[in-house]
């Protein structure tokens, strides 16, 4: 399922017609109808509580205010996309449901054509190689029907998973910064680099539909 329940939607806003697809996985912008089964996705559990992974620690919230704001950050990144600065969440769907997101994102990419990423997914999804296997699909989808020249991404020096992901992919480590990853807990963050050249390509290619909608919206012009 990759339309909309009435396809005027999609033409009006084309990101609701773009899908990436891999061998095991389809990625759609999150839809409205979606975000139930986005909830649960969050709430069925995405990383061991006693660790932070995310720049901003939003799984630390009571599950009231989670489920509330969790929908609210997905609707305030439709309002907010414009040439200048965007970022698509990719709802993920494996075996008929959703596992997780994948975020693409980029800042004046007419202009300096870099993307940069942030995933998660549902514990019992993690490593089966899936987060490899979204990655790829949005950087075949940036690299090869956008046009982007590079990617950056970032990770906490411990978590092996999100670096693994980059390694296999031909990230090169781009130096290290702080980051206070709960209050008052300061971390050490990897950065990380990936020119399309360097681009580890899976044997797959992805399938990947409505760009050509999405272009405008995304380069300008
Ligand atoms: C990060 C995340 C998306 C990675 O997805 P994943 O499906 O678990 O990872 P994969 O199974 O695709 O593994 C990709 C690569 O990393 C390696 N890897 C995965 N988990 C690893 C671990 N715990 N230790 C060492 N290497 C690991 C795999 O071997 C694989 O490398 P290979 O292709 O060379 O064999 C997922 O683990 C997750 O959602 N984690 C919690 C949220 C999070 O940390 N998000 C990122 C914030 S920066």
């Known amino acids: 399922m990759t339309g909309t329940a009435d396809p005027r939607l999609a033409e009006f806003w084309p990101l609701f017609g773009l899908s990436i697809r891999t061998p095991r996985l389809i990625l759609t912008p999150v839809r409205d109808d979606q975000l139930p089964c986005l909830v649960d996705a969050i709430l069925a559990g995405v990383h061991d509580p006693s660790v932070m992974p995310f720049g901003v620690p939003w799984t630390d919230a009571p599950r009231d205010i989670l489920i509330r704001e969790s929908l609210k950050y997905q609707w305030s990144l439709r309002a907010a996309v414009s040439p200048e600065d965007w970022t698509i969440s990719f709802a993920v769907q494996f075996e008929g449901r959703i596992i997780g997101v994948q975020d693409l994102s980029a800042r ?32 075949s989808f940036a690299f090869d029907h956008l046009g982007a020249h590079s990617a950056v991404s970032d990770a906490a020096v411990w978590n092996a998973a ?53 272009r405008p919206i995304l380069a300008g012009a």
Not at 191 to 200: I, Y
């Open 162 to 214: 999100s670096l693994g992901v980059s390694a296999a992919l031909g990230y090169q480590p781009n130096g290290t910064t702080l980051a206070e990853a709960r209050p008052g807990e300061v971390r050490e963050q990897q950065l990380l680099l990936l020119a399309r050249e360097d681009f580890r390509r899976p044997q797959w290619t992805a399938a990947v539909e409505g760009v050509e909608a999405v």
């Open 108 to 139: 004046s990419f007419a202009l300096m054509r870099r993307v940069s990423t942030g995933s998660w997914l549902t514990l019992d999804a993690q490593g089966r190689g899936l987060g490899k296997e979204m990655r790829s699909a949005v950087l």
